[in-house]
T-cell receptor, first 114, second 114 residues
Framework: EAQVTQNPRYLITVTGKKLTVTCSQNMNHEYMSWYRQDPGLGLRQIYY???????DKGDVPEGYKVSRKEKRNFPLILESPSPNQTSLYFC?????????????FGPGTRLTVT | AQSVSQHNHHVILSEAASLELGCNYSYGGTVNLFWYVQYPGQHLQLLLKYFSGDPLVKGIKGFEAEFIKSKFSFNLRKPSVQWSDTAEYFCAVNGDSSASKIIFGSGTRLSIRP
């Protein structure tokens, strides 16, 4: 089944404790992206990747890192999480860059930073 | 900079009522437009998209949207809603000068009274 998976689905952590949220897709998509969803703000893009080893900042990259060493994986790293990073995070992928192709979203990761 | 506005934050309708959700964008060039839906507890999925051609676009589950270039609008419509349409709806835009970025609106929560 074609899908985007994220782990963990729920995470509660403390300020400053490094964490990684994994994202994997099995559709051989070139483009992958991370979003955060906050009430009243919709989805805001954190980082995206056009292909392996090619990543770029979205609209709200501060406090986040990503890497794209393999085509299927695009982990989101929070080196020193803070309470303002409490949010619902979505990973998405598409066959090519978002202008031409539908994005497929993962199930989301709800992160709480205390 | 591109932006997307969804003026209705929460819409409440009875079953069989007609629906129209507003979406306005700001971008002077060629745009690609999307509506995504997020059912309770689920990930986002594509409802419909517009790239070019007929400005009236039909999507899944009886939804349609009309692109009106002069008004910078891409409103979502459905003639008769069902209780199962209860969800959050996101309009999104991608301009061809920024092929890798997609901007989402803040979302409209739709509640259908059975």
């Amino acid at each position: 089944e074609a899908q985007v998976t994220q782990n963990p689905r729920y995470l509660i952590t403390v300020t400053g404790k490094k964490l990684t949220v994994t994202c994997s897709q099995n559709m051989n998509h070139e483009y992958m992206s991370w979003y955060r969803q906050d009430p009243g703000l919709g989805l805001r893009q954190i980082y995206y990747s056009m292909n392996v080893e090619v990543t770029d900042k979205g609209d709200v990259p501060e406090g986040y890192k990503v890497s794209r060493k393999e085509k299927r994986n695009f982990p989101l790293i929070l080196e020193s999480p803070s309470p303002n990073q409490t949010s619902l995070y979505f990973c998405a992928s598409s066959r090519r860059a978002a202008s031409s192709y539908e994005q497929y979203f993962g199930p989301g990761t709800r992160l709480t930073v205390t | 900079a591109q932006s997307v506005s969804q003026h209705n934050h929460h819409v409440i309708l009875s079953e069989a009522a007609s629906l129209e959700l507003g979406c306005n964008y700001s971008y002077g060039g060629t745009v690609n437009l999307f509506w995504y839906v997020q059912y309770p507890g689920q990930h986002l999925q594509l409802l419909l998209k517009y790239f070019s051609g007929d400005p009236l676009v039909k999507g899944i589950k009886g939804f349609e949207a009309e692109f009106i270039k002069s008004k910078f609008s891409f409103n979502l419509r459905k003639p008769s809603v069902q209780w199962s349409d209860t969800a959050e709806y996101f309009c999104a835009v991608n301009g061809d000068s920024s092929a890798s970025k997609i901007i989402f609106g803040s979302g409209t929560r739709l509640s259908i009274r059975p």
